[in-house]
């Protein structure tokens, strides 16, 4: 069984940082692309970075500059490091692991909330 496990979520002031961690444990590969994506209340749940294997990353257009994906495959665990934090970063972020296609992700954490006040 796979278990995808977040956490660093918090409540932090406008500007501020956070950094979230996601662990994978059971039968499942380090060897795999990661996403992070979050979704904020009455919104639709959006992509806001990947990372494959080899440590290639895209970002969404609102975070470019502000937030750096990482991993760590000895311990097969992604980060999700989070700069100058806005009020509309404020939403449930979430980590999925093993892309299938498209937004199709085989495995999904069970999502870790960051609220970010002005």
């Known amino acids: 069984q796979v278990q995808l496990v977040e956490s660093g979520g918090g409540l932090v002031q406008a500007g501020g940082s956070l950094r979230l961690s996601c662990a994978a444990s059971?039968?499942?590969?380090?060897?795999?692309?990661r996403g992070w994506y979050r979704q904020a209340p009455g919104k639709q749940r959006e992509l806001v970075a990947t990372?494959?294997?080899?440590?290639?990353?895209t970002y969404a257009d609102s975070v470019k500059g502000r937030f750096a994906v990482s991993r760590d495959n000895g311990k097969n665990t992604v980060y999700l490091q989070m700069n100058s934090l806005k009020p509309e970063d404020t939403a449930v972020y979430y980590c999925?692991?093993?892309?299938?296609?498209?937004?199709?992700?085989?495995?999904w954490g069970q999502g870790t909330q960051v609220t970010v006040s002005s």
């Open positions: 990372i494959t294997s080899g440590g290639s990353t």
């Open positions: 059971g039968s499942i590969s380090s060897g795999n692309t």
């Open positions: 999925a692991a093993v892309r299938i296609g498209g937004s199709r992700w085989r495995y």
